[in-house]
Structures are given as C-alpha cells and as structure tokens.
C-alpha cells in the first residue's frame, strides 16, 4: 500500500498506513485494533485492498459511530471469494489463516452512514486464475461479480491486477476521487 500511500499525500491527504496480521491474527484482531484507533482519531477516510477493504468494512459494521466519512475498497471480495473457497477445498486453506471465514463469506450487504466505494481490476493475471478458474471478468483473483455489494455507492473497474492495484496511477486517481466527492470519475 506505500505506493498509493504517496499518491495520496501527493494529492494533499494525511495518508497513514495502517498494519495488521490479516492472515495469522485473524480478523478478530485486526478489527478490534482498527476500531480502537478509529476512536481515537478524527474523522479519517479510509482505503482498504482486498482482506484489508472487508476488514474495514466490518470494523464500520461492528462498531457503528466510527468516524470514518467514506472509505474505498480495491479488488475486495466483499460478496465472498470463490478462490478462498476452492483454495480450502483442495487442502490450501491454511494459506488463508485464520482470514478464511472472512474471505470465504464475505460481507452483508451495507446500510452504514460511511459512503463505501469499490474499485475492481480487470486484468486478469493471479492466484484465483490459475486455481480457482476465476474467469477473465476478474483482476486475475477476485472476480468482478464478488466486488459488488448492495449499499454501495459507486463502483468502478480500472486497468490493473489484483496485486497491481495498490500500484495503479489510475485506481490511485479514483481513490482520490472518491475520498474528495464521494463519486469516481467517469
């Protein structure tokens, strides 16, 4: 996430990365750390990548009041990810820890005040590609049809992979976007 990072502080945003053990803390753990430091902060945009958009989309479910405006999503399954659940049927959901229920599941659709953009890749090189099957309407491992979810405010697909995304000048524009007006450009 550093090189979107910069780009967001290039575009004028207090961008702070924020780590968490995602596969071997589990989502429990993230969570709760995520909003701990929520409260303890003003109100703060949020971006999320793949285990990282559901983690924070489920903080804002858990914990309704959180100060978080608008938060964007890229390439998260936030409907539930078919290469998490062939990865645990052939014997692989270890690779996944303790995030696999998370992934596997996904998130329930979204009725919270914080505004929630996606951006889904569609360059269809990865994991989920080569395993799963996940066919060319995907960023190779989340496919497009598992990054949407009712209550969303906007969606949009730019020209990237799934770990291309972080990388992307253009997903990086949307986010800039999305976190100014609430909208992506068309």
Sequence with gaps: MQPLAWRLRRAGFAAEPFGYPGVTGGPQVAIARLAAHLRQARPTHLVGHS?????ALETLRRHPGLPVPRLVCLG??????ATAQVLAQRGWGSVLGRSALLLDR??????GPT??????????????????????????????????LSGLVD???VHASHTGLPFSPQAARQVVAFLRHGRFRR
């Design 76 to 81: 998260s399954p936030l409907s539930g990810s």
């Design 106 to 111: 996904g998130c329930p659709p979204w009725s």
């Design 155 to 157: 969606h949009c697909c």
């Design 51 to 55: 285990l990282g958009g559901l983690i």
């Design 115 to 148: 505004e929630v953009g996606m951006i889904a890749g569609d360059v269809p090189r990865g994991v989920g590609r080569l395993l799963a099957g996940v066919d060319e309407t995907s960023d190779g491992t989340v496919a497009l049809a598992e990054t949407r």
